[in-house]
């Protein structure tokens, strides 16, 4: 699990947390390095990097618009495990038995 903060320019605050099951992330790091068996430290930079990639990613959507258009820091890894963390909104991405979620909680 990997998280990133932003702010808006309202400057309301919230936490994205990203997280994946293995497979979704050795899909990642498959997709993005090529590595068919990545180890536990590519796929947490893989965690890290695909957390920035889906923010930065929103952040150029959002800013077309000066009501959504916020700043974001660094991402950091949370943890490896189930997502049991508080969040207010949670949205899971499948592929076949792998999933992604992505939650938001506001700070």
């Known amino acids: ?3 990133i903060d932003i702010e808006t320019i309202s ?3 919230y936490r994205i947390y990203i997280a994946a099951s293995l497979g979704f992330a050795q899909r990642v790091a498959t997709a993005l390095l090529e ?3 990545s180890d536990e430290e ?17 952040k150029v959507l959002a ?9 974001m820091f660094t991402p950091h890894f949370e943890k ?6 508080e969040h207010d909104e949670i949205k899971v991405l499948k592929i076949e038995n792998d999933e ?6 506001e700070l």
Do not use: P
């Open 1 to 3: 699990i990997a998280y």
């Open 11 to 13: 400057s309301k605050k």
């Open 35 to 37: 590595e068919d068996e």
């Open 42 to 58: 590519t796929l947490v930079d893989m965690m890290l990097e695909t957390t920035n990639l889906i923010v930065g990613s929103a």
């Open 63 to 71: 800013q077309k618009t000066n009501e959504y258009a916020y700043n």
């Open 80 to 85: 490896i495990g189930s997502f049991d963390l």
């Open 100 to 105: 992604m979620i992505i939650a938001i909680k």
